[in-house]
C-alpha cells in the first residue's frame, strides 16, 4: 500500500497546473493579500479555495457559514458556488480585512450573496443562532483564532441541520500539533480538537493532508 506522497514543490506546481481552475478576480485578490502583512500565512491556499467552493456545490448548500473572513478569499469561492437565492454569512472580528476583499466580490457579481458580520465570533454565533435558529445552516468553515476552535466547532453543530459539513482549517497546524515538544496554546487547542473530534460520535470524520490540514466533519442525523 502507498504511504502519502511527499508534496515538494515541483508536485504543487503541476498540481496547480493540471488542476487549478483560479480566474483573474480571484488571482488578483490572492495576490494583494500577499502584499499585506501576514497574508501569506493566513490566506488559504487557492487550491483549498476551490476545494471549498466544490463541497458548496456538492452538498447543494443554500445557507453558509464562515468564521473568519480575513481578506474574503474563501468568501469569494464559497459564495460563487452557492445559488443565486443562496447566502454566506461571514464573521471577523474586524471590518479592515474584509474591506479588501469586498471590491472584488462586487466584481465577481456575488456581494448580495455575503452577509458581513463584525465583531467577536463566539458573541455572533450565539446571535445567529437566535436570529436564523438551530440547525439553519448547511456548510460551515472555520478559520479564525485557534484557541476558540472548540468553541467555535460546538457552536457549528449547534447551527447545522443532520447531514451539513463542518469544515476546519489549520488542522495540522504547520506540524506542529505532532510534536509535543510544542504547547503553545494555539497549537494545543487545535491538539485538543483534533483528539475530541477522533471520539465524537455526533459527526463522521475525515482529516486530510492538505494545505495546513483540513478537518471535514459531517454531523450525523
Known amino acids: 500500500m502507498a504511504d502519502q506522497i511527499d508534496a515538494h514543490p ?14 483573474g478576480i480571484l488571482r488578483e485578490l490572492r495576490e494583494e493579500t500577499m502584499a499585506l502583512p501576514g497574508g501569506t500565512v493566513m490566506q488559504v491556499m487557492a487550491e483549498e479555495g476551490q476545494l471549498l467552493e466544490f463541497l458548496v456545490r456538492l452538498t447543494g448548500a443554500r445557507r453558509v457559514l464562515e468564521v473568519g473572513t480575513f481578506t474574503g478569499y474563501s468568501t469569494l469561492c464559497m459564495a460563487r458556488a452557492l445559488p443565486d437565492d443562496g447566502i454566506l454569512v461571514t464573521c471577523d472580528i474586524t471590518q479592515r480585512w474584509p474591506e479588501v476583499g469586498a471590491p472584488y466580490w462586487a466584481r465577481a457579481g456575488v456581494s448580495d450573496r455575503i452577509d458581513q458580520r463584525i465583531g467577536e465570533a463566539a458573541k ?3 446571535e445567529l443562532a437566535e436570529e436564523f435558529g438551530p440547525e439553519s445552516f448547511d456548510l460551515v468553515f472555520i478559520d ?6 472548540g468553541n467555535y466547532y460546538e457552536h457549528a453543530l449547534t447551527l447545522t441541520r443532520p447531514g451539513a459539513l463542518i469544515v476546519i482549517d489549520n488542522t495540522l497546524f504547520f506540524g506542529r500539533v505532532a510534536d509535543e515538544s510544542v504547547d503553545d496554546p494555539d497549537t494545543v487547542a ?7 473530534l477522533r471520539d465524537d460520535a455526533r459527526v463522521d470524520l475525515s482529516l486530510l493532508v492538505m494545505a495546513d490540514g483540513i478537518t471535514l466533519a459531517r454531523k450525523r442525523p
Open 10 to 23: 515541483r508536485l504543487l506546481e503541476y498540481v496547480r497546473n493540471i488542476s487549478l481552475r483560479e480566474d
Open 124 to 126: 455572533t454565533l450565539g
Open 144 to 149: 479564525a483564532d485557534k484557541t476558540n476552535y
Open 190 to 196: 487545535i491538539r485538543d480538537l483534533n483528539a475530541a
